[in-house]
């Protein structure tokens, strides 16, 4: 079954402790990104990559780091968390071709304390 | 960049009813999806849908890309139609680099 898997689905943790939020799809997609949803201010892009090794920022970067080493992972980092970052995150793929549909992951709800 | 806007902003159903969900937007796109956002908060993906008309069961979607608007249509509503609807697209000019939201339609279907 084609999809864009997260991990975790919940986490509550504490100010500054580092943190890692996977994404892994099984599409062979060329392009993912991470978003971010917040009450009132709608879901705003993060970051993105276009292949392996090429990311770029999208609207809201700092405070977050990507990578992307496989094509089929493309984790976020919070190296140092704050409370400003308590979000619902989702992660997107999509193939380059023409005429093609982002495919979503569950998300995955970040509590900062 | 481009804007995407959805009307109404919030709408109450009795079961059984129908809907018509607006989607404008202010430039021309490659491609317009609509997505329901579900009580847990998982986007599920509707319609792929840059022009035309689709159909899924009780719903169906009509974008008109020349005017720039988008509707999706919910007949015969059911309790699990609640959630938030958003209108997503990629804009000619910025590519598929990344999917700009519309600010949502909140629906309540109640029983």
């Known amino acids: 079954e084609a999809q864009v898997t997260q991990n975790p689905r919940y986490l509550i943790t504490v100010t500054g402790k580092k943190l890692t939020v996977t994404c892994s799809q099984n599409m062979n997609h060329e392009y993912m990104s991470w978003y971010r949803q917040d009450p009132g201010l709608g879901l705003r892009q993060i970051y993105y990559s276009m292949n392996v090794e090429v990311t770029d920022k999208g609207d809201v970067p700092e405070g977050y780091k990507v990578s992307r080493k496989e094509k089929r992972n493309f984790p976020l980092i919070l190296e140092s968390p704050s409370p400003n970052q308590t979000s619902l995150y989702f992660c997107?793929?999509?193939?380059?071709?023409?005429?093609?549909?982002?495919?979503f992951g569950d998300g995955t709800r970040l509590s900062i304390l | 960049g481009i804007q995407v806007e959805q009307s109404p902003p919030d709408l109450i159903l009795q079961e059984g009813a129908n809907s018509t969900l607006r989607c404008n937007f202010s430039?021309?796109?490659?491609?317009l999806q609509w997505f329901h956002q579900n009580p847990w908060g998982q986007l599920i993906n509707l319609f792929y849908?840059?022009?035309g008309t689709k159909q899924n069961g009780r719903l169906s979607a009509t974008t008109v890309a020349t005017e720039r608007y988008s509707l999706l249509y919910i007949s015969s509503s059911q309790t699990t139609d609640s959630g938030v609807y958003f209108c997503?697209?990629?804009?000619?000019?910025?590519?598929?680099?990344?999917?700009?939201f519309g600010t949502g339609t909140r629906l309540l279907v109640s029983p």
């Open positions: 849908i840059p022009s």
């Open positions: 430039d021309s796109v490659n491609n």
């Open positions: 997503a697209v990629e804009g000619v000019n910025t590519g598929f680099q990344k999917l700009v």
């Open positions: 997107a793929s999509r193939s380059t071709g023409a005429g093609q549909p982002q495919h």
